[in-house]
């Protein structure tokens, strides 16, 4: 009794007990983020530095070339058309593909937001679907509906309908490009991202008042007054937020359109978007880590940026609930 | 009073439901033809994909020759055999050990996270965000690399197991600062009275976290698992990059397939029985834990 009042009163518990015990909860997850992200991120800036190739690491990794990889990566975006490709594309993949995602969620949300619940339910479901579905088997999906041949749906339908006479492969026939394979790949990606904003905007949407609804209701405010004048002002940090995250999202994934490029539905010069071509680089083409690590970088940088930001907007200081108190 | 309220809130919901409702499934139609087509397709002669549906019978065929592994023929009816159960197998052990390795950390970060006051851990709760959004590819060459130098002060023989082991911790790495977040957030809800009364009883810390607040974040336990596991499920990069081309898992199989085979030599309504299959955990997740999803399910996979 008189060790819990001193652990009570007098704060004489032992320190070490809080240290093993906080060690002991945070060591696995620590040691995980240590070795797999921290590490390497600054040896992936390192390899940056080396002319490392056909993961013979034990040869190059001593070597250090400087700034040549970075030299020769911008040599490539100004003289090679295959490279220049790949940053057209990134930027116009990107720039669409984002204005669907959150013009796309914030359209899913605000529908949803007005119809009777359990009608809506269905459609979020649904419509998050393509993001739990692995990425093989959606990809797999759009192999079906875009191929070239008349096994493809899209081709069915365009026959069916007298749009075209003999099918096509829209990703990779030159006549088509480099439209047609940037059409497949803002389709294909914008299916599974607008399910983001949908969620988002559509909790955002819930914890609105119900007050100020109803009170601009009685004042006879139109649908579209209450969409214009309450609610895109009230949920506009969610929109910057969602925008954001978006464009980090979409600057890194890259497996749906590894997989497109591979079964040659869509072009592998015109459908190649930065992070891919890193990808490409460093395991399945040339195999040059130092190129590739150069690129990945580059795309480190802008990632930690947007991610700052992100947090920034989050307002993380008031998600942080403090713990109550410590005994 | 209060419905009239709900009225006036709720103007035209109805004429609304029907409207938008139809717009939706208008919008909708895509998503539903292509996973229409991809299950109807498994279950038929030929691909659905045609427009004109006739001589379509429905059959078993696929699955049985999927499960035997005869998806690709060398000529007309003579099947290569591919040992599809193992690959399944190593699908589930990848998912698994992800699940496995995720949960554990996680719910022991969370809680320290969410009830314990150290020096950081405002900067570490800020920080797991940054790491969940960094770009995998940028750390994937670098994580390689370790991979490659670690695997050559190995014996040989053990290689293959290695490749596992590593390929698993890399994966279940990038689910871990999501992962803790979720369990934080389940960790918060628990009244703090509970926990004081033990620890006022002289419990300690981790006595508390297992006896008294585990049984009680049963429904995050469950949330991170199953979120792991359709994470190690799902994954196609670390297992093409890191497990040898002889040990597939249902991701690269499909993947190799449509990459080196040709077209006539490839029954596609059998891969179309293997891409059912492989979807068949996500099924199950949407019929059993659909209101789980939408709560958590932008905070574990990005896109």
């Known amino acids: 009794m008189a060790k819990k009042i001193n652990q009570l009163f007098f704060n004489k518990k032992p320190v070490s007990g809080k240290r093993t015990a ?97 009608v809506s339910t269905t459609y979020q479901v649904l419509w998050l679907l393509p993001r739990m579905t692995p990425v093989a088997v959606y990809s797999l999906l759009w192999y079906y509906f875009f191929h070239g041949t008349k096994l493809g749906i899209l081709n069915n339908l365009l026959l069916a309908l007298g749009v075209i006479r003999e099918p096509i492969s829209l990703g990779t ?133 947007l991610g700052l930001l992100a947090l920034k907007i989050l307002g993380y200081r008031e998600m942080i609930i403090e713990p109550k108190g410590d005994i | 009073m209060m419905v009239e309220m709900t009225d006036v809130e709720t103007i035209g919901r109805r004429k609304y439901t029907v409207i938008l409702g139809l717009a939706l499934l208008f919008a909708s139609l895509p998503l539903i033809m292509v996973y229409f087509v991809l299950i109807a397709s498994s279950f038929a002669n030929t691909m659905l994909t045609g427009a004109s549906l006739g001589g379509i019978k429905l059959t078993i065929e696929n699955w049985i020759l999927f499960f035997q592994g005869k998806l690709t023929t060398t000529a007309g009816k003579i099947y290569e055999t591919t040992d599809i159960l193992k690959y399944i197998l190593n699908t589930f052990i990848v998912a698994i050990g992800v699940a496995g390795i995720c949960t554990l950390t996680s719910t022991l970060a969370g809680y320290a996270f969410s009830r314990i006051k150290f020096i950081g851990r405002s900067f570490l709760m800020q920080f797991l965000i940054l790491l969940h959004a960094f770009p995998g590819v940028a750390l994937i060459i670098a994580v390689y690399s370790i991979y490659v130098y670690t695997k050559l002060s190995m014996p040989q023989s053990f290689w293959t197991a290695y490749a596992f082991i590593y390929v698993i911790i890399a994966r279940a790495a990038l689910e871990v600062p999501m992962s803790i977040w979720i369990m934080k957030g389940f960790f918060d809800k628990i009244p703090w009275e509970i926990e004081w009364s033990a620890i006022v009883d002289g419990a300690s810390r981790i006595r508390v976290w297992r006896e008294i607040m585990l049984p009680l974040v049963k429904p995050g336990i469950a949330a991170v698992a199953i979120f792991s596991f359709l994470a190690g499920w799902e994954d196609l990069i670390y297992v093409l990059v890191f497990l040898p081309p002889t040990e597939k898992t249902l991701a690269t199989y499909i993947e190799s397939l449509l990459a080196e085979g040709s077209l006539e030599f490839i029954h596609l309504p059998v891969v179309a029985a293997a891409g059912t299959f492989y979807l068949l955990p996500t099924i199950l997740f949407f019929i059993f834990a659909r209101r789980l999803m939408l709560q958590t399910a932008t905070g574990g996979i990005k896109a």
């Not at chain 1, 390192?46 to 001593?62: A, E, H, M, R, V």
């Not at chain 1, 020769?72 to 116009?92: E, G, K, N, Q, W």
């Not at chain 1, 890194?252 to 590894?258: A, E, N, P, Q």
Request: aromatic share 14%; hydrophobic share 55%; charged share 10%.
């Open chain 1, 22 to 118: 906080l060690a002991l909860f945070l060591g696995p997850a620590l040691l995980i983020t240590i070795l797999f992200f921290v590490i390497p991120l600054f040896m992936t800036i390192y390899i940056s530095f080396t002319p490392t190739k056909n993961w013979n690491i034990q040869k190059y990794l001593g070597t250090f070339v400087g700034l040549q990889n970075y030299e020769r990566l911008f040599r490539l975006i100004t003289y090679d058309p295959d490279m220049r490709a790949v940053v057209i594309t990134t930027i116009v993949f990107i720039a669409i593909t984002l204005s669907i995602n959150v013009l796309g969620g914030l359209a899913l949300a605000l529908a949803t937001y007005f119809i009777e619940e359990r």
């Open chain 1, 173 to 305: 026939d030159p006549r088509y490009l480099p439209w047609g394979a940037w059409l497949i790949l803002i389709f294909v990606n914008g299916l599974v991202g607008v399910s983001f904003g949908m969620i988002i905007f559509y909790s955002a949407l819930k914890s609105i008042p119900r007050e100020l609804i109803i009170a601009s209701r009685v004042d006879g405010a139109s649908t579209l007054h209450l969409i214009r004048y309450i609610m895109l002002p009230l949920i506009k940090w969610h929109i910057v937020f969602v925008t954001v995250w978006q464009l980090l999202s979409l600057l890194t994934s890259y497996v749906h359109i590894l997989l497109l490029v591979e079964w040659r539905i869509v072009d592998s010069s015109w459908g190649q978007t930065w992070a891919l071509f890193t990808f490409r680089t460093a395991f399945m083409v040339v195999k040059d880590q130092g190129l590739a690590a150069a690129a990945a970088t580059i795309l480190s940088i802008i990632g930690i940026g």
